[in-house]
């Protein structure tokens, strides 16, 4: 029998307030991740889970980037 893969949950915490870089501070996605989240894969919203691990633990020079400014990202 074959198993379906479960869709990857949300990583919402109901804090939705977006800083100057449309981030959300309560989740750590941009405001397009998050409109785009029940259209992404589990493929793609693994690697949007990665990305926001990534900018909720910066470093001291850490620059983040708007999803259009992300390396292999097309641009529009």
Request: charged share 30%; net charge positive; proline share 9%.
């Amino acid at each position: 029998m074959h198993s379906v893969e479960r869709p990857v949950r949300s990583p919402c915490v109901g804090v939705c307030t977006l800083d100057e870089h449309d981030i959300c501070l309560g989740c750590q996605r941009t405001a397009s991740e998050i409109s785009r989240w029940g259209r992404m894969g589990n493929d793609e919203r693994r690697q949007v889970l990665a990305q926001e691990a990534a900018r909720a633990r910066p470093g001291p020079d850490a620059v983040i980037q708007s999803p259009a400014e992300q390396p292999g990202r097309p641009s529009r």
